[in-house]
């Protein structure tokens, strides 16, 4: 009989599209492929995914729930922390998840810290005693929630922040297996008393764009060389993008634009067009918004270059992964290539430390010709090593060994 | 007349005069570039050397004709005399009239540019000019797409220099331009006037907030870009490093003066009736920026105080952003509605006899890029007291007097002190005339000839790393507004 692992998270995964839902959505694609039933569980917020497809299993945190409060304040962008107390404090709550649960449990994957009390909390009934309890760290959040709440001048932050904190370092420190996704975050979780680690980094699905729909682009998008950003409409991804490339976009030629692409759009557009060169930047601007992954990865084929303007926070990003792996130029903060390290000599990726520097990557990258790193053997094999299935294929693996070497 | 259309002038009589036949003229307009013949070009520099118009030798034909210039002056004797109406009326009603006629100000003047395109065409129509028609530089459409133009149809070509001292950021769009330099390998050198839209926008009409992109795609077509100005050098400078854009070559050509030679008794009555009367003088546009707000509080405070027998301050210059207002307070504000005199147009002669018979100049701009009040009264032998910013220190060097352009009492002070000891005027005047030896236009135009014609001699520079064949010996050059 296949063993089963329950994947619980925060946000659903049948049709994903951030960096989150990808990561976890390729985890359990590993777990199939190593053999595994998945199963998953999101306590999602229906004002953020109310309008994708939902698995069965989903359960809503509802708008009206007393557990929208954080101990009676309304407070923003902490749903996540909440949803798992909803699940696990709320009697009603955790029925309906009771209700869902699958009858065989053997692992429990708990991406990012939120639900970790629910996962421990489920392992406390007799059925499931056995379970695996997995941590996975995409992240380590508290900095993260800390620079977010703080760009919003959010009230009372660092209470916050501080059980966020807590919440992290006991996630660690009791699950049965700890998963990062970089180096430098693995030794957070080993500091913070994690018995067994293990690095499964961000990974790329590969794509290939049909010929009419690089037709379609090639003639929508600018004739000369162009820069693409894609990215979710996470708050750190618009709100730190002057401090990475400057209040001006006047590096791009007339003729080129930045392309942009995701949730990140309008924000971004909105952002950019208040700073003191409003109308420069918007003349530079090209909006795609949300694009399906057939346009997506014709326009990822497209792209002169990549760039990558993420000022901090830990984990590694997904975009990165998708832009080293495109064999283009690549232009990033020194953050953005956290997990990469590996490949940031390669001679299309461009690290800057500064905004002067990024603006003059970009006016040298849009002059170069294309880059042809596809072409070099090197090139190619540090490129496989990119792709999800050898990111996270050690993790399905691992797991199967702590259940054997525990029965 | 504006600093670029004296460039122009200055150059194309220069050119006109000292340098090869293969040196064509062109003019700009929404439309296109139009062919300028030398023979059109000569023409009309003898008319404005025999008749001292205002008008340049690139605006339209029509602008050299009296009746343009008439049309002018009657549109803004229209201006003055609803500003003097209103000003009987009460306040909060005058005040609501001018935010009427504030906020509908672009409408009005598209209309009155509207009628003035409507009377060329009409002129067109009936007698066709003698030019050659070349076709506009194709707008980028969203997506930055452009085409090639088909190859007898452009007046630029691979090697060639195309020279513009016209004012670039406002009418031109750069971004074409770009491309086709791209496509077909001719470089460029524009220029840079006034840097104060782009440093203080919030004094300027709204549509200044979009000049970043034209200096932007400027800087991205520019092989060069003169300056004139070393204020305007550094700013510009500061400025593209800011906006992240590529810093072409940025060379500094010290204008020269605006003023024309005076011949006596060619002035109108107004004008003749301030020049039997002592007064101070400044010439600038009635605008925001240029701080008249200062002079006026000055003089209300001079008058507060008692003094006596104070000259007229006489504002020349038409009505800019945000000019109205300040003209219609001074107006109904008893204490100087007969001392301030604001006189919105005078021809060259008539600016140059108000130079000669004023006591000393002031310019209190709260930033001035170019100096060029500084420059007309240095040259015109006048003692100036200046605001402490922009080009003023760099122009006026230690014939001038600097204050705090937003010190009142400053300003108050040394108007007072310098009309009660009327020898220190003297004395300044005495150094001027002593020292001060004027830069002239024709100097202006040798040095921008010189780097023009360097320019086209070169190989091709680091600039543009799009491929260029082999560049030509020709260097076609065009002067255009």
Known sequence: MKPTVLLLSTYPLCEPKNGGQLRLFNIGNAFAKAGWR??????????????????????????????RKFHGRTVPLINDLLAGKYATQDPRGFQKVLKKLPRQIDAIHVEQPWLWPLACRIKQIPRYMHTCLIYGSANVEAPLKQAILATYNVAHSDEIVAEIDALEQQAAREADMAVAVTQADLEVLEKWGARRLLLA??????????????????????????????ASGHPPNFTEFTQCVGESLGCIPPDSKLVIAGGVSKPLQDSLAATRWGALNLSRLQLLYALPDEDLAAVKTLAHAFLLPIPYGGGSNIKTAEALYSGAYVIGSESAFRGFEGLMHLPEVRVAHSASQCQLM??????????????????????KRLQWDVCLAPLPAAVTAFQRNSV | MLPHAWAETAFADYALNRAPEWIRFCRYHASGYFEVPRSDLELALLRFQTTRTTCTVFENVDSARPLYHLLK?????????????????????????????????????MIIRGCREL???????????????????????PSGKASRLPEQWIPFE?????????????????????????????????????????????????????LSVSVANAAWCADEIICFSECARRDLHALLLELGTPVPSLITAPPGSRLVEAPPGRCAAEVAQILQQPYILFVSPLER?????????????LVEQGMQNLPYMVFVGGMGWGGDALVADILADWRTKSLIKVINDVSPVELALLYQGALFTVAPSLYDSLGGTVIDSLASGKFCLASETGAMPETGKDWVEYLDPWNVRQWAERLKGYFEHPESITAATEKIRREYRPVTWESTAALIYERANN???DEPTQADQRPHSQSHKHALKWSCR
């Open chain 2, 73 to 109: 002056l009657i549109e803004q004797h229209i201006v003055l005399m609803a500003l003097r109406l209103t000003g009987w009326l009460p306040g909060r009603l005058r005040r609501s009239i001018y935010r009427f006629a504030k906020d509908r100000r672009p409408a009005r003047k």
């Open chain 1, 362 to 383: 970009i006016r040298e990258v849009l002059a170069c010709p294309p880059a042809r790193s596809w072409e070099n053997e090197l090139g190619r094999h540090l490129r």
């Open chain 2, 158 to 210: 691979e090697g060639d220099v195309y020279l513009s001292l016209g004012d670039d950021w406002a009418l031109k769009d750069m971004g074409s331009l770009y491309e086709q330099k791209g496509i077909h390998g001719f470089k460029v050198i524009l220029s840079c006037y006034d840097m104060f839209p782009i440093n203080f926008p919030h004094l300027c009409p709204p549509e200044s907030n979009a």
């Open chain 1, 201 to 230: 980094p961000n990974g790329i699905s590969p794509w290939c764009a049909s010929p009419a729909r690089l037709l379609r682009w090639r003639a929508e998008l600018p004739k000369s060389p162009w820069i693409f950003y894609v």
């Open chain 2, 289 to 301: 920026g240029k701080n008249h707000e200062t002079l006026y509080r000055a003089y209300t405070r």
């Open chain 2, 455 to 457: 320019m086209a001699q």
């Open chain 1, 38 to 67: 998945v199963e998953s569980m999101a306590i999602y917020t229906p004002e953020a995914y109310g309008f994708d497809r939902i698995g069965w299993r989903d359960i809503a945190f509802p708008a009206a729930s007393p557990y």
């Open chain 2, 119 to 141: 009377w060329r065409a009409a002129k067109y129509i009936a007698h066709p000019p003698n030019t050659v028609h070349l076709p506009r530089l194709p707008a980028l459409s």
